[in-house]
């Protein structure tokens, strides 16, 4: 059973690109999150996603956006990139109808290094 | 608003030494609370949950945590720490009208052999 995929591993960008994240969820799955965790810090909600609509939204700038494909996969865009943007991102899944009870299975997420 | 704390970014345990890790937390209504694990260049593993059902929680690997009202806390305990429990500890809360975990800074537990 194929846990939560994320792609790339890792990427380098320069300030002002774009970049898109891509996560597969886990199995049975329908909703999923995204989390930013600056080095040494715990993760940081982005938003989170179900049936292809944002469903809730953490405290973060428009530059962040994404989308939820039919398949439940999801990908986190991220434009104009600042040097405080690198990060590494994780997505998250949960089960159907994404009720919370908190139990969020992660990806090993997707390291940003911004020069 | 809810939020959590962690006390203590770095606790050193000898092998088979108790690991003991705080937590406290805050919420306008009565919480989920969680412990994550995460291991080197890995993701985030749910150790335990407490949903409002019994307060003394046990997890996976031995890990149980104790759910306090009164005290808002949510510390978590291992009787005997092994080698392999070295890694990164989350604390997070999250209210049942709520989609988002709102996670502590971590706690990075060594173990001295």
């Not at chain 2, 919420?27 to 995460?38: A, D, G, K, T």
Request: charged fraction near 15%.
């Amino acid at each position: 059973d194929a846990g939560v995929t994320q792609s790339p591993t890792h990427l380098i960008k320069t300030r002002g690109q774009q970049v898109t994240l891509r996560c597969s969820p886990k199995s049975g799955h329908d909703t999923v999150s995204w989390y930013q965790q600056a080095l040494g810090q715990g993760p940081q909600f982005i938003f989170q996603y179900y049936e292809e609509e944002e469903r809730q939204r953490g405290n973060f700038p428009d530059r962040f956006s994404g989308h939820q494909f039919p398949n439940y996969s999801s990908e986190l865009n991220v434009n104009a990139l600042l040097l405080g943007d690198s990060a590494l991102y994780l997505c998250a899944s949960s089960q159907p109808g994404g009720r919370n009870t908190g139990e969020l299975f992660f990806g090993e997420g997707s390291r940003l290094t911004v020069l | 608003a809810q939020s959590v704390t962690q006390l203590g970014s770095h606790v050193s345990v000898s092998e088979g030494a108790l690991v003991l890790l705080r937590c406290n937390y805050s919420s306008s209504v009565p919480p989920y609370l969680f412990w994550y694990v995460q291991y080197p260049n890995q993701g985030l593993q749910l150790l335990l949950k407490y949903t409002s059902a019994a307060t003394l929680v046990k997890g996976i690997n031995g890990f149980e945590a104790e759910f306090k009202k009164s005290e808002t806390s949510f510390h978590l305990t291992k009787p005997s720490a092994h080698m392999s429990d070295a890694a990164e500890y989350f604390c997070a809360v999250s209210e049942a009208n709520d989609y988002k975990l709102s996670f502590g800074a971590g706690t990075t537990v060594t173990v001295r052999a």
